[in-house]
């Protein structure tokens, strides 16, 4: 079984900064994206943004040139640093992934962390 650990949420001032790691564990034969989602009260789960296996990214419009999603292959680690932090990011922000194991299709999410921006 694959499990996601989510770590680095909190609470930040607006324009601060926040970097979100998640490590994925378990019997993972190849992973095609990683990436973050999040969840805001009363809102949908939206992308964040996402990482594929060769680099490729892939980030909702709402945070382009602030946020940045990078990925270390070897550790199936993926981490998420944002930057310019607004109170709009307030959200639960999940990790997810989706690849194969020995027995089948991945699709595991995390359990989510809370990013918190308030002055």
């Known amino acids: 079984q694959v499990q996601l650990v989510e770590s680095g949420g909190g609470l930040v001032q607006p324009g601060g900064s926040l970097r979100l790691s998640c490590a994925a564990s378990?019997?993972?034969?190849?992973?095609?994206?990683m990436g973050w989602y999040r969840q805001a009260p009363g809102k949908q789960r939206e992308l964040v943004g996402v990482i594929t296996s060769g680099g490729t990214t892939n980030y909702a419009d709402s945070v382009k040139g602030r946020f940045t999603v990078s990925r270390d292959n070897a550790k199936n680690t993926v981490y998420l640093q944002m930057n310019s932090l607004k109170p709009e990011d307030t959200a639960v922000y999940y990790c997810?992934?989706?690849?194969?194991?020995?027995?089948?299709?991945?699709?595991?999410w995390g359990q989510g962390t809370q990013v918190t921006v308030s002055s």
């Open positions: 997810h992934l989706r690849g194969r194991s020995d027995v089948g299709d991945l699709d595991p």
């Open positions: 378990g019997t993972i034969f190849s992973i095609y994206f």
